[in-house]
């Protein structure tokens, strides 16, 4: 069964230094990964994904992830946090040969981004 | 562009009462659809899943059901709720076809059960 681990419950960081947010993944196959971000009282926005290629993926509002295969990690990465980044952030894995994309998610880490 | 609705955006209902929630997305065919319910803030719990109209899965047993009338709009209902039921509750749609696999979410439903 496919799992994803999000190992902190809570982040904190000073506005303007990196912000890491930590996942893990156990799948059989190769793992289609997503992180999501939800912000107080809202639903959850998509970040960005790795299906293939680069393992450096891009995304939205300056945020990048890093699939480490070696180490079945999906780091979710910002060069310079910002207050407005403070929310809670999800670690996803496709569930592997199921109808409909399935997603299993993680845990969820809160970001306390402080100025 | 495709855009996903719920409603209502909050509900305070008493125990034993019914319940339904709607969901409906705009500018795509045939998507998949979800139920999620966020408790506490914190993880997501698939609830129910539909890859076409009239095809509910459900993921774990419980005092909700789906419905999908239409292609794209999904229902979770109640017949008489339980004061387990508050929660957060979200819907979300991802395409059928091969090009994408990631979820799209409304804004939610914030249910109280009193």
């Known amino acids: 069964a496919q799992s994803v681990a999000q190992p902190e419950d809570q982040v904190n960081v000073a506005e303007g230094n990196p912000l890491t947010v930590k996942c893990t993944y156990s799948?059989?196959?190769?793992?289609?990964l997503f992180w999501y971000v939800q912000y107080p009282n809202r639903g959850l926005q998509f970040l960005l994904k790795?299906?293939?290629?680069?393992?450096l993926v891009k995304g939205s509002y300056g945020f990048e992830a890093e699939f480490n295969k070696s180490q079945t990690s999906f780091h979710l990465k910002k060069p310079s946090a910002l207050v407005s980044d403070s929310a809670l952030y999800f670690c996803?894995?496709?569930?592997?040969?199921?109808?409909?994309?399935?997603?299993?998610f993680g845990g969820g880490t809160r970001v306390l981004v402080k100025p | 562009s495709q855009t996903i609705h719920q409603w209502p955006a909050t509900l305070v209902q008493p125990v034993g009462s019914p319940l339904s929630l709607e969901c409906t997305v705009e500018g795509t065919s045939n998507p998949n659809l979800y139920w999620y319910r966020q408790a506490a803030g914190r993880g997501l719990q698939l609830l129910f899943y539909s890859v076409g109209i009239g095809q509910i899965s459900s993921e774990v047993p419980q005092n909700l059901s789906a419905s999908r009338p239409q292609d794209r709009q999904f229902i979770l209902s109640s017949k008489k709720l339980l004061l387990s039921d508050s929660g957060f509750y979200l819907c979300?749609?991802?395409?059928?076809?091969?090009?994408?696999?990631?979820?799209?979410f409304g804004p939610g439903t914030r249910l109280t059960v009193t």
């Open positions: 996803a894995v496709r569930v592997i040969k199921a109808a409909g994309n399935k997603l299993t």
């Open positions: 799948v059989s196959g190769n793992p289609y």
């Open positions: 790795y299906i293939t290629g680069d393992n």
């Open positions: 979300a749609w991802s395409s059928s076809g091969r090009a994408s696999y990631e979820q799209y």
